[in-house]
Nanobody
Framework: QVQLVESGGGLVQAGDSLRLSCAASGGTFSSYGMGWFRQAPGNERAFVAA????????SIADSVKGRFTISRDNAKNTVYLQMNSLKPEDTAIYYC????????????????????WGQGTQVTVSS
């Protein structure tokens, strides 16, 4: 069983930066596809960024491209989401997700791609 714990959320002003962390336990982290999603009030959960299981490919949503970066540290079993130039519309609960099966090189970008989810961390960006 894989457990995911997000941290690093908070209240910031527009233009600030935050780095979210997602620590994984259970299984072999280096073989997981890892992703970040977010859900704003009244909206569907949306894809933000992800790694393929190989770790060699990434995908970033157009809405955050150029501002957000996903990275992973297999030695620490952790995936990160670096968020720069934050905007009020980035306000949401951010969820980490993992999958330990499926295509090795494809970047999983849909909710149904993932087997495991964290509890979420709130990010609020004030104008």
């Amino acid at each position: 069983q894989v457990q995911l714990v997000e941290s690093g959320g908070g209240l910031v002003q527009a233009g600030d930066s935050l780095r979210l962390s997602c620590a994984a336990s259970g299984g072999t982290f280096s073989s997981y596809g890892m992703g970040w999603f977010r859900q704003a009030p009244g909206n569907e959960r949306a894809f933000v960024a992800a790694f393929s299981r190989s770790g060699g490919s990434t995908s970033i949503a157009d809405s955050v491209k150029g501002r957000f970066t996903i990275s992973r540290d297999n030695a620490k079993n952790t995936v990160y989401l670096q968020m720069n130039s934050l905007k009020p519309e980035d306000t949401a609960i951010y969820y980490c997700a993992a999958r330990n099966d499926g295509h090795w090189y494809r970047v999983p970008s849909m909710q149904y791609d993932y087997n495991y989810w964290g509890q979420g961390t709130q990010v609020t960006v004030s104008s």
